[in-house]
Each structure stands twice: as C-alpha cells, then as structure tokens.
C-alpha cells in the first residue's frame, strides 16, 4: 500500500506516533547557562502538534562538551548534565506533549565543535588534538579515562531524559560532532582501542549505544525509543568516511541493539552518493535491521514531503516548521494548501521564534537560510556572538556542519 504522510507508524517496542513526519533537531540558541528558558518553552510548545514527534535540538551531555554554540553571552545550548537541569527538561518535555506529540531528546557531546566554551576559556575536547585549519582553538586529546566518562554521561543522560518524562532519545552521531568525529579516520588519529582500523573507529559509538540501551532497558518504559543520527558520508578535502563504511556502522550498530529508528542526516532528502544511482535513504535500508528510518533535507512543502516517502518510513521537516508550526496539523486535517512558505515579520510571532533563531535568519549571510528573509532582515542585531561565531571566517559555519557538507 503507498505510504501516506497522515498514516501512523509504531516502532518496535510498541511506540505510536500519529504521521509519518518528525521535527528533525534543530538548535534555538535558548539556554540560559544549559537550563531551558521561557523562549524554549514557548518555542517548542507552539510546536506541539507539528508533527508525529519532534526531536529537541542537541543537548549536552557532558560537560566538557558543552556549549557548542551561542548567539549572545547568556543563551547558549540546552545541557543534561546534571540533575539542576531535569526540572526545565521536565516542563520542556510537557510542553510538546500537551497534544499528543512525541517527545524526544537529542544527547550530544559536541567535541571539537564546542566553540562557545572555546570562547569562554574552557579547553575543547576531540579525539586528537590535531590542528584544525577552520578552528582558532587549539584541541585536546581524550584521555582514556574521559572517554569512559562521556561513555557513562550519556547513559546518565538518557536516565534524566526518562525521568524528565521525554519518550525516547536520538544519539546524536552526525553533523561533525564527537561520534562522528570518532568513527572519521581524518579526526580521529588514534592507535589505541579508539581508533586505528575501521572496526576500532567504531568502538566509542558502539560503546554509547550499549551504555544507552542498558539504561533504556533497566528504567524506562517498554515503549521508549532510542534512535540513531549519522551523516551518511563526510568527504571533504580528505575523506573522513564514505557511505560504503557508515553502512558497516550503522549494520554493527542494529546487529547489536535494536534501535527504533536511524535518523541519516542529508543536505536533500534524495542526494545519492557520487557512485551510486541510488539514494541514500535506500541504501541504508538493508542494514535497518527492523528500524525504521527517518531521512530529512530541503522538504519545504506538503508535495516534497510525500516525494520523500518514496525513500524512507519517516521524512523529517526542518525549516519548513520553523515557518509554519503547524505544517503538520494542516496536513493531517487536509489543509495543506494553508502552510505557509516564507518567513516575514508576522509569521517570526506567530511561529514563536527564540531570539536566537531569529538572529540567525535574519542574517542575510546564514545558509541555509528561510525564504522570505529579507522581510526580517531588520530585526538582525549586528555585532552578536552570532554573527561572529557562524561568520568567523571560517568554515565552521552551522550550515556547513549541521548539512554535513564540511569542505
Ligand atoms: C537552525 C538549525 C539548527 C540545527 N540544529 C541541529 C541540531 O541541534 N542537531 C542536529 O542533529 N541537526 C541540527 N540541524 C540540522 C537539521 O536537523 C536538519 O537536518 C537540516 O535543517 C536540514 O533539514 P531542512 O532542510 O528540513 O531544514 C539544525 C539545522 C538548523 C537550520
């Protein structure tokens, strides 16, 4: 039968959600020193019924990778490291639910890409403290013992994320951050257990995955889902992996744990490798082992939507539902032909948009970037940690890190 966007999907271990669309992760740039904030709230609670679940943005698990990014000195990234933040997390978590979306929660240790806390003076941390061109902070290198560390974080992390009330969490494995940059051979130098051949390059994923699932599976309820984020390929001036090894990763991964679903992270829904007339989204279907998959990239209407279904179980919408809060309410009541399309100074209200988002589209230098923004251009505050943050000069920029198109 042809797949619908209003049809509903249950996962493995028994979760319902009510469409085939998610709200992929995405960054508001709302934390007051990690904690959630009346911005976030408000945010996400507009987005309640946007889709059969929203994934909240990547929170920090550790705090020595933590924040990534920032767009003023007091509103950062959300962090879970510590049980101070499980009251916010819990009214975060509310707040999506309230109309019977799911709620999940993105658990990350950002590495190298920790550029705020660069900025604050705190040392970064990364598989090997190699020189990275892009960066203008200098990187140390894991030791052992703060490897085993961030290992056990995540698992403390999801342990808040159930208490908290959240229905799963997303391993946050792509877009350049300390998963990745493990299993890339170009960031990751390492001879040791960690690195060295492909199978070691595995190794630290493997071992959050386990951690996570023994959590999950001691104390959350049956129906938690866990799902797995990867960018499909990195392939910059050198290649850190191609898609011929990430479907190894993600094959070791749901041999040993059943995941729910795998999330792979695309600039477009339908981009195929450079050698293959296939699309990514199916050639990760035969290393699923019975979980669903989510794809995402550029789907800005109702129609990309359904085209993204011919890929994928599930088709994730982005920009799209910073727009429009409720692009997956209209679709569901066959009101698609309302959703609207472009940004302008109304919408910014209507759809709740953080400071931080807002000072980021209204950059007319920010890709990807929302159609319509010149309409808010006038609401950009210039000289923000924003602007010097993703506009340093380097390559570092959120597009280029968030699409996985690092050149
Ligand atoms: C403002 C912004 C913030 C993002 N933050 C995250 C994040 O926290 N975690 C993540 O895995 N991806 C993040 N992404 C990537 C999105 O999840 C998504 O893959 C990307 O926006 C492409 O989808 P779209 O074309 O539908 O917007 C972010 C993207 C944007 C635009």
Redesign the pocket.
Known sequence: MTKQLTDSVTFRHGATISSRIVQ?????NSGKDGFVTEDTLAYYGARSQSAGMIIV??TGSSENGWPSRSWAADREQLAIFDDKFLPGMTKLATAIKKDGNKALL?I?HTGREANYRATMGKPVYAPSAMDVPFLDYKLHELSDEQIRQIIKDFGTATERAIKAGFDGVEI?G??HYLLQEFFSKWSNRRTDHWGGSLEKRMNFAKEVCAEVMRVVKQEAPKDFIVGY?ISPEEIHDTVGYDWHESTQLIKALTDQFDFDYVHL????YDTKPKDSDRTFGELFQPVLNGAKEII?????SEEAAKDALNYTDLV???????IDPEFGLKIKEGRGDQIVHEISPDQVKAAKLTPG?IN??SDMKME?HLPGRESIAHLHEAGSLNAAVIHNGTKSD??DL??GTLK
Do not use: W
């Open positions: 992929p992760p995405m960054l508001t943005e990547y993105q990350c946050h792509a877009n984020r992270s695309l600039p477009k995402v990239g550029d789907v800005m994730a919408v982005g920009r799209a539902i910073l988002l980021l589209f990807p959120i597009s968030e699409q």
